[in-house]
């Protein structure tokens, strides 16, 4: 157990507490050992929260890892807006292949993992793959609207063009990220909408 979970004093820790105490230790795993290291045994050790309150708040641990992995990368994955969207999508998918590389092969994992665990698919598309894509969204359509692309651009699209590179050659062709030049999809998604 990690001293820095203890509390001094008597007394329960607050939940929202014990709750990040538990996505940390998911986090921390999930990037370490991968997929398979996510047990509620394990994290229940490491975090210093019982069992049954990681069954309390996820049906499965799949769908702990999937919370973790969103916790782990919101922060790296802001979408920023200078203005210049060709820069702004250059810097979030960079940010992006940069995870990715990091993680090595856990967005394999938990994508392979999702094909057999309904609660792990459940939360990896409710806490990672919609927000992600409403963040895209958002920006793409508030760029449209600025003149950046074209009126009748396809934003759903565009987002496809340009995420889904990732997960192609992640997936299908298993090459690595690094190969891709990130400045060349940009150009040509926004190329294509107008």
């Known amino acids: 157990m990690h001293s820095s979970t203890q509390r001094s004093g008597r007394g329960r820790r607050p939940a929202a507490e014990v709750r990040a105490a538990a996505v940390d230790a ?3 795993l999930l990037f370490a050992e ?8 394990r994290i229940a050790k490491e975090a ?3 069992k049954t309150t990681l069954y309390k708040w ?5 769908a702990l890892a999937a919370e973790a992995y969103f916790a782990r990368s919101q922060p790296l994955l802001e979408f920023p807006d200078t203005g210049d969207l060709h820069a702004d999508l250059v810097t979030q998918v960079t940010s992006f292949a940069e995870l990715i590389a990091e993680g090595g ?3 394999p994992q938990l994508i392979g ?14 806490t990672y793959a919609l927000p992600r894509r409403d963040l895209a969204r958002e ?24 995420w889904g590179a990732f997960y192609h050659r992640l997936l299908v062709l298993r ?11 940009v150009t040509a998604a926004i190329r294509g909408a107008g």
């Open 58 to 62: 996820w049906p499965s641990p799949g």
């Open 48 to 50: 210093g929260v019982s």
């Open 26 to 28: 998911a986090g921390r």
């Open 139 to 162: 920006r793409l359509l508030k760029a449209q609207r600025a003149g950046q692309l074209g009126a009748d651009a396809d934003i759903d699209i565009v987002i496809d063009q340009i």
């Open 105 to 107: 092969s856990v967005i």
């Open 113 to 126: 993992s999702a094909q057999t665990d309904p609660d792990l698919a459940e939360a990896w598309t409710r």
């Open 175 to 185: 090459t690595p990220i690094r190969d891709l030049d990130i400045e060349r999809l």
């Open 34 to 41: 991968g997929i398979r290291a996510i047990t509620f045994e």
